[in-house]
């Protein structure tokens, strides 16, 4: 595809959570049409598509019948099985591609990426068994963090080793997955740059993030971020570094540690990102726009920033705080119009515009 | 009701065009699903709701069906049918209610009605025939506007009158139905102010926005708009003496004329309103949220403005232009995907955020 998608096309979603129900919305806006494909029932971005599928990701008829009705396809997750992508790639452009996919799949893959390109990531090594394991601690280091190297997300399979005799346990937990041990940095902060580059190879950063976790989970996003002036530089020039290298088409999330030898890469993610939420206040166009528009050929919107903004996320008992949250000054919810609120799970979050409010 | 509707709720619109949409999305971010009743096929609100029922206002059992198949009933128009306002208001509650429809489905109860509460209108006169045309020619004067009384928006059903020899064109365009006069009101310059007001009688207004019509439609509207401090707090005291007296319950457009003499009521919108899709930018509750949280039982949202917008509709032909507006900076498209661009057509709008932007 090189022609823009015009108005009245349908975009298909892989992925019917949150991230794909602000892609609907951010779809619509543009004129778009969303087809939602997602194994569970009921998915959150079902409320606001036009069509949704619900099949599993096995499912090879419904894939081609998805396929075929739709102009072309991205998704809300980087865990989508190579089968599926077979049959879909097939048929329509998806967006971003597998080279992203497969780089961010697997996170032996991905931090061998980011070396090779002359970028810095916590020390790490895979890890397939206990003498690999033993060998890494002993070159490496503790503390350290053992994750299974495919599928984890949110602070699942993970495990922490701070002393050897976490080691056994450790690796217990990955259940026989192949591991990658990373170790130790000494960050200060995490910070991420919501980044976005389109087929005309344009790229656009938003103004970095500064993420503080609870629980593994991302907790708030408080924009600015603190940095100095060059870190802020080299925190959008090592994202569009990221971005050219992959050819990438779409919104990426670039998790980055900051530290006083300067920037090291956490983790990227191929699509729109939970620190990026915030870009809904405050921007002309928010990080769900900007992906719509590169997968759909368009050009890069304006993300220029005009106020701060703290997104803070709504997790499992959060919901209980919503009606006082709904009264709030200068607060905007989002909620996800799921049903039930277990722990750790993501209800919605709040953005809290933080400057500005002349007119009050 | 007098519960809250939760997360999950469905909200009924009757109406799917892009009012509808647009209110469609602010429910989703509430957690709410939507239902759009609408009788022509492929409703633009259709894209972004969980249900559609296509049919006409005089389908009783599709009336019915829908009804009982959400928790509360509103519109983004006010040309309701009152046989349909009847079936459904005795199954579900309707917000706004029959009576604020009732006032505003007629330009000549809502001139009696503005000029009972002390405010004031055009000159104006009830018309049936050319003896009252002539009576109310003599004394109003010219120019002035013949208008039907019900069912007219956009510039249609309404025709001019320069001098007495228009006068016989004007009342046949009124093709039987009856009609108001509408004398003439030396304004500077039209502003309007976006109301909301809830169940438990909370009222909040948003900054007053400055419109300029071009050919009976809606062209711009400006963001802060030209008024004195006194002008603007008059115009919000006098939106809000119109919600209260109507125990209005929901968001309103009220357009106002502004005068050497003081504010004039041009006319009231029982409904969100073109002249507040300023608001999607710049505000942390845009006019679409907050006319669901008030219909859903919920506090108003903070409405403070954070920054300047000018708001630009496209109309049939301005669509060419979209792949430019695309590219502009501090532009935020709004398409509403209907699929033909007819003349005279509401194709979408822009919202250019005019002040701020210290991070670009």
């Given at each position: 595809?090189?022609?823009?998608?015009?108005?009245?096309?349908?975009?298909?979603?892989?992925?019917?959570?949150?991230?794909?129900?602000?892609?609907?919305?951010?779809?619509s806006?543009?004129?778009?049409?969303?087809?939602?494909?997602?194994?569970?029932?009921?998915?959150?971005?079902?409320?606001?598509?036009?069509?949704?599928?619900?099949?599993?990701?096995?499912?090879?008829?419904a894939?081609?019948?998805?396929?075929?009705?739709?102009?072309?396809?991205?998704?809300?997750?980087?865990?989508?099985?190579?089968?599926?992508?077979d049959?879909?790639?097939?048929?329509?452009?998806?967006?971003?591609?597998?080279?992203?996919l497969?780089?961010?799949?697997?996170?032996?893959?991905?931090?061998?990426?980011?070396?090779?390109?002359?970028?810095?990531?916590?020390?790490?090594?895979?890890?397939?068994?206990?003498?690999?394991?033993?060998?890494?601690?002993?070159?490496?280091?503790?503390?350290?963090?053992?994750?299974?190297?495919?599928?984890?997300?949110?602070?699942?399979?993970?495990?922490?080793?701070?002393?050897?005799?976490?080691?056994?346990q450790?690796?217990?937990?990955?259940?026989?997955?192949?591991?990658?041990?990373e170790?130790?940095?000494?960050?200060?902060?995490?910070?991420?740059?919501?980044a976005?580059?389109?087929a005309?190879?344009?790229?656009?950063?938003?103004d970095?993030?500064?993420?503080?976790?609870?629980?593994?989970?991302?907790?708030?996003?408080?924009?600015?971020?603190?940095?100095?002036?060059?870190?802020?530089?080299?925190?959008?020039?090592?994202?569009?570094?990221?971005?050219?290298?992959?050819?990438?088409?779409?919104?990426?999330?670039?998790?980055?540690?900051?530290?006083?030898?300067?920037l090291?890469?956490?983790?990227?993610?191929?699509r729109?990102?939970?620190?990026?939420?915030?870009?809904?206040?405050?921007?002309?166009?928010?990080?769900?726009?900007?992906h719509?528009?590169?997968?759909?050929?368009?050009?890069?919107?304006?993300?220029?920033?005009?106020?701060?903004?703290?997104?803070?996320?709504?997790?499992?008992?959060?919901?209980?705080?919503?009606?006082?949250?709904?009264?709030?000054?200068?607060?905007?919810?989002?909620?996800?119009?799921?049903?039930?609120?277990?722990?750790?799970?993501?209800?919605?979050?709040?953005?809290?515009?933080?400057?500005?409010?002349?007119?009050k």
């Amino acid at each position: 595809m090189t022609e823009p998608l015009s108005t009245g096309a349908t975009i298909g979603i892989l992925g019917g959570g949150q991230l794909g129900r602000m892609l609907s919305v951010a779809a619509s806006r543009l004129g778009f049409r969303t087809h939602i494909f997602e194994p569970g029932a009921n998915p959150p971005a079902g409320d606001v598509a036009h069509v949704v599928t619900t099949a599993a990701y096995e499912d090879e008829v419904a894939l081609r019948a998805f396929a075929n009705g739709v102009d072309i396809i991205t998704y809300e997750f980087e865990n989508i099985p190579t089968s599926a992508l077979d049959i879909l790639e097939a048929l329509k452009p998806a967006r971003p591609d597998r080279v992203a996919l497969r780089v961010s799949q697997d996170r032996l893959v991905e931090k061998a990426f980011l070396t090779d390109l002359g970028l810095k990531t916590a020390p790490f090594a895979a890890i397939d068994d206990a003498v690999d394991l033993a060998e890494a601690m002993a070159e490496i280091g503790l503390p350290a963090i053992l994750k299974t190297r495919r599928f984890g997300y949110d602070g699942k399979g993970q495990a922490r080793i701070n002393t050897p005799d976490h080691a056994e346990q450790a690796l217990a937990d990955m259940a026989g997955a192949p591991a990658i041990f990373e170790g130790f940095v000494d960050f200060s902060h995490e910070v991420s740059v919501i980044a976005a580059r389109n087929a005309a190879g344009e790229v656009a950063c938003y103004d970095p993030g500064e993420n503080v976790h609870r629980d593994g989970i991302l907790h708030t996003t408080t924009i600015p971020a603190r940095l100095t002036a060059s870190q802020r530089t080299d925190a959008v020039l090592l994202a569009a570094k990221i971005l050219n290298k992959l050819n990438y088409i779409g919104v990426m999330g670039v998790e980055l540690f900051v530290t006083p030898k300067g920037l090291i890469v956490n983790e990227i993610a191929p699509r729109v990102h939970n620190s990026g939420h915030w870009t809904q206040q405050g921007c002309a166009v928010d990080q769900f726009e900007q992906h719509i528009r590169a997968v759909a050929g368009w050009p890069l919107g304006d993300g220029s920033r005009y106020t701060d903004v703290v997104m803070e996320n709504l997790i499992g008992d959060d919901m209980d705080r919503v009606p006082e949250l709904a009264a709030e000054a200068n607060t905007s919810l989002h909620l996800y119009g799921k049903s039930q609120a277990k722990p750790g799970r993501k209800m919605g979050h709040v953005n809290r515009v933080t400057r500005g409010g002349s007119h009050k």
